[in-house]
């Protein structure tokens, strides 16, 4: 890694730092979510009714002000609808609510999305149609048009003054098996694990982090992570099992939603 860089995890406007050792006193300082399923406004929970867009807004508004190396990123399920979105008002009232989550992402600053089974609630040609026009980059290095082409750009990089920042995106392979495999006929998912062992021999030249966004589900994920090295930070963002936001798994920093 030969860095220094903090991470902050954002979750229902509860931010947590993680610091990392590092080697010449950079800092960058990652924002992240996932599973939002376009919630513009905050939980109705009795307690502390608290998340919603303009309290990430506001909070995402006040780190970018103290630092000017900030990522922001989402792990998957971005989109609205699908039987864990509790706002769903049927499909288009879900696509406008989309539309505007998507915009408000853009204004945010979002960096990077990557692309879970949710995103193709509204169908593929949606989705593509997002990924060409959205200035912010959707990602996965494991989903396969019919011609044989990626759906998205397998990862990005990103430059933070001398930083440079590799985000890899991977999409879970109940795509085709899911809820979505009418929306994703004709796609085909491939093997994450060989796909990141396939493309990490190039960005590690170009970059000094590397990220991955995994909307594999927490089993999966920790199965990468143990068997392939060269990994700096794993969020993921699907089927979690553990209440624990982090870990540490061999050189990696596994975190998860608590």
């Known amino acids: 890694m030969g860095r220094f860089f903090k991470v902050f995890i954002f979750l229902v406007c509860i931010i947590a730092v993680w610091p990392l050792p590092a080697s010449n006193g950079s800092k960058l300082e990652i924002l992240f979510t996932g599973e939002t399923h376009s919630r513009l406004y905050p939980c109705d929970c009795p307690l502390s009714p608290d998340g919603g867009l303009a309290r990430r807004a506001n909070a995402i508004k006040e780190i970018q002000e103290k630092n000017s190396a900030v990522i922001v990123l989402d792990a998957g399920g971005v989109f609205a609808g699908g039987k864990y979105d509790d706002s769903t008002q049927g499909k288009q009232a879900d696509q406008q609510r989309n539309d505007a989550n998507l915009k408000a992402m853009e204004l945010m600053g979002y960096d990077v999305i990557a692309i879970g089974d949710e995103e193709l609630a509204f169908g593929r040609e949606y989705l593509v149609t997002k990924i060409a026009n959205s200035p912010i980059s959707f990602v996965s290095a494991n989903v396969y048009l019919p011609d044989g082409n990626l759906l998205a750009k397998p990862y990005v990089i990103k430059q933070f003054g001398e930083l440079r920042v590799g985000v890899i995106g991977l999409t879970t392979p109940e795509l085709a098996e899911g809820e979505y495999r009418k ?33 594999l589900g927490e089993e999966l994920s920790k199965k990468l992570v143990m068997e ?10 699907h089927r979690k099992k553990s209440a624990r936001p982090f870990d540490q798994i061999n050189e990696t920093i596994f975190a998860q939603f608590s």
Request: hydrophobic share 45%; net charge negative; aromatic share 0%.
């Open 183 to 215: 929306e994703a006929e004709g796609l085909r998912v491939s093997e994450p694990i060989q796909e990141v062992n396939k493309l990490l021999p190039v960005i590690e030249e170009q970059t000094d982090i590397i990220i991955v966004l995994s909307h």
């Open 228 to 237: 392939v090295s060269g990994i700096d930070l794993l969020i993921n963002a």
